[in-house]
C-alpha cells in the first residue's frame, strides 16, 4: 500500500506561481500512474492533471491546459504540479492520487490529505 503526502501549497497573488509536490512511500512508485486532484469551497472534487508510470503519457483538465504542468521523478518517488498563470478559481485543496491501472478516467485508490492552494485577486 502506498502512502502519499503532498506539500507545497500556500496563498499567492492572481498570475503568481507555485509547485506543489507529492511525496510517495510504501509502494513501488514507477508501478503507479499519479494524479492530481482539487476540491474548491462548495464544490465537487475535479480531476486536474495526470500521468502514466513512464511519463509518457499526460492528461490535464481544460481548466489548466497551458498553465499546469504535471511531473514525476521515479528516482525520488516524487510527482509534481508546477502552476503557473495562477487564477483566484483555482483556490482548492488540492490533492495526490496514485492506482497501478492507466487511463483517463481511472479511479484513484490512494490518495493522499492534500494541500491547500489560495489565490488571490
Known amino acids: 500500500q502506498v502512502q502519499l503526502v503532498e506539500s507545497g501549497g500556500g496563498l499567492v497573488q492572481a498570475g503568481g506561481s507555485l509547485r506543489l509536490s507529492c511525496a510517495a512511500s510504501?509502494?513501488?512508485?514507477?508501478?503507479?500512474?499519479m494524479g492530481w486532484f482539487r476540491r474548491a469551497p462548495g464544490k465537487e472534487r475535479e480531476f486536474v492533471a495526470a500521468?502514466?508510470?513512464?511519463?509518457?503519457?499526460?492528461w490535464y483538465a481544460d481548466s489548466v491546459k497551458g498553465r499546469f504542468t504535471i511531473s514525476r521523478d521515479n528516482a525520488k518517488n516524487t510527482v509534481f504540479l508546477q502552476m503557473n498563470n495562477l487564477k483566484p478559481e483555482d483556490t482548492a485543496v488540492y490533492y495526490c492520487a496514485a492506482d497501478v491501472r492507466y487511463g483517463s478516467s481511472v479511479e484513484y485508490r490512494y490518495w493522499g490529505q492534500g494541500t491547500q492552494v489560495t489565490v488571490s485577486s
Open positions: 510504501g509502494g513501488t512508485f514507477s508501478s503507479y500512474q
Open positions: 500521468m502514466s508510470r513512464s511519463g509518457g503519457t499526460k
